[in-house]
């Protein structure tokens, strides 16, 4: 039986990529299922780096995985974009609705797959009469953060925002076998307008028919055992990851600067390179990068560092290039580390993570890079920026073993667009931790690395998992 499937992403690069890649998936483990993604554009105010990738996207449909660009709706103004974001997504609702019904065989309509952020088009697919499943693109463990903080608040009257200056409180989460510190909510937690906005979405979870999650059992046993359980509301959760897109690392591929770095890893030591990215919003303030730059000489080791600028304080946008390094940087630094170190701007990530001379990653940890690293084996020392890094870090060092901390005991702003500047005796240790050659974090990080690539197999936990979704679609139209 043929089977139809409307995936809808969140804007975002960071969003779009995994959702793309779960559509590759599942198209290729079933004949008989085609699936549209409807993609809505990016918004004002924040990273631009993703409009290359969908044009490239828009270019590549073929007969069963097709990609439609929505119309760009009324963008808010830069200043308001925080807390329209989700009003934003919500704008769409009425051209969702018209291209489903001008696009697809509603006869063979199997469902819609929303993106975490976008759970108002469950009412979308209800109004055409069809279930709705959900795809989130951070872990198993923050799924289980999120739905607890809302059980707290709508059961126990529990509201986790009157936290917000504690250093000391700690909290019982159901996927994590230790407590989690409130330090390491993220800020939007502690804001009660958003909070409350993210309880909206999150009691819609259990509207949807399943929530395919991108992560794989291996990597989170204690988490999947307690949505495998039934002391939660929500539907079955699937583990369908590692999902990354390994192949389209960059909108310039041809860049010289980029192409002299590779070559230049091509040329260093078996781990001896510490590469330092921070994501698509990852940018530091001049003082910062100084610190950074301050460590890096200090600890000896060859690097790559994707550096760029912060917005001013009190502003949003897209990280822009710093024009004059020179002028940022320690005096003669340039000079001094030209054998051993590369700076660039904007970096192939897992291009560079791929290179055997990379034997550690500085990562905001954000969930997409902390796949890619485990993927290739690279250990981790995180320094989260924004949104669910801290918890994304804490998983990672406290719970799992799997990196290194640099520091994660600050409180960040919206967007790390206000955070504490760390030291470069903070960075150099971390560093110097985090390429020991024989350390247990890295041994152990070999071995999970083996298990993602295992569970992507034929018969590994996420292709079972994958197959299993397939059947429930299929169940749940019959």
């Known amino acids: 039986m043929k089977m139809e499937l409307i995936f809808i992403p969140s804007p975002g690069e960071g969003h779009i990529r995994p959702l793309v890649e779960v559509a590759k998936l599942l198209v290729d483990r079933d004949d008989h299922l085609s699936i549209t993604i409807l993609i809505i554009p990016q918004m004002l105010g924040f990273s631009s780096g993703s409009a290359s990738y969908i044009s490239s996207l828009s270019s590549a449909s073929e007969d069963r995985l097709r990609y439609h660009v929505l119309s760009v709706a009324d963008q808010p103004n830069s200043d308001d974009s925080k807390p329209n974001f989700l009003a934003y997504i919500d704008s769409f609702a009425p051209e969702v609705i018209a291209t489903t019904k001008k696009l697809i065989n509603r006869a063979q309509l199997a469902g819609f797959v929303v993106d975490m952020f976008c759970t108002s088009m469950i009412d979308v697919a209800n109004e055409l009469g069809v279930p709705s499943y959900m795809f989130f693109t951070s872990n198993a463990t923050f799924l289980g953060l999120q739905v607890h903080i809302q059980y707290l608040n709508d059961v126990k009257n529990y509201d986790v925002s009157d936290l917000k200056d504690s250093d000391t409180t ?65 539907p079955p959760v699937y ?77 949003m946008g897209p990280p822009e290039e710093f024009t004059n390094l020179e002028e ?115 041994n152990r990080v070999k071995e999970i690395s083996e298990k993602s690539h295992v569970a992507l197999m034929d018969g590994g936990s996420s292709h079972v998992a994958l197959l299993k979704f397939i059947q429930d679609v299929t169940k749940n139209i019959s």
């Not at 949807?208 to 989170?220: C, D, H, R, S, Y």
């Not at 796949?371 to 890094?389: D, K, N, R, V």
């Not at 520091?407 to 960075?427: C, D, H, P, Y």
């Open 328 to 442: 940022i940087l320690p005096e003669g630094f340039l000079e001094r580390t030209a054998e051993i170190g590369k700076i660039i701007g904007w970096a192939p990530q897992s291009a560079i993570l791929a290179k055997p001379a990379v034997g550690g990653f500085v990562s905001h940890c954000g969930w997409n890079s902390t796949l890619e690293s485990l993927w290739f084996g690279i250990p981790i020392a995180t320094w989260p920026l924004y949104a669910e890094q801290q918890v994304n870090a804490f998983e990672m060092v406290d719970e799992l073993g799997l990196a290194v901390e640099i520091r994660n005991s600050f409180r960040l702003g919206f967007m790390a667009v206000e955070s504490e500047l760390m030291t470069a005796e903070e960075i150099e240790r971390g560093i110097n931790c985090l390429m020991e050659q024989d350390s247990d974090v890295r």
């Open 170 to 234: 700690e909290l019982e989460i159901p996927t994590l076998t230790r407590p989690l510190p409130v330090k390491c909510f993220p800020s939007v937690m502690f804001n009660k307008e958003w909070l409350h906005k993210i309880f909206s979405q999150t009691r819609r979870f259990k509207d949807t028919k399943g929530i395919l999650v991108n992560t794989f059992a291996e990597l989170e046993p204690h988490a999947m055992k307690f949505f495998s359980g039934g002391d939660h509301s929500l």
């Open 239 to 315: 583990t369908v990851g590692p999902v990354m897109n390994l192949k389209i690392n960059s909108p310039t591929s041809a860049d010289d600067k980029q192409s002299e770095i590779l070559q230049w890893l091509d040329e260093q030591p078996c781990k001896s390179v510490v590469f330092l990215c921070f994501g698509s919003m990852g940018s530091f303030r001049e003082d910062q990068a100084r610190e950074i730059a301050i460590a890096l000489e200090r600890s000896g080791h060859r690097f790559v560092w994707s550096l760029r600028r912060a917005q001013p304080p009190g502003t």
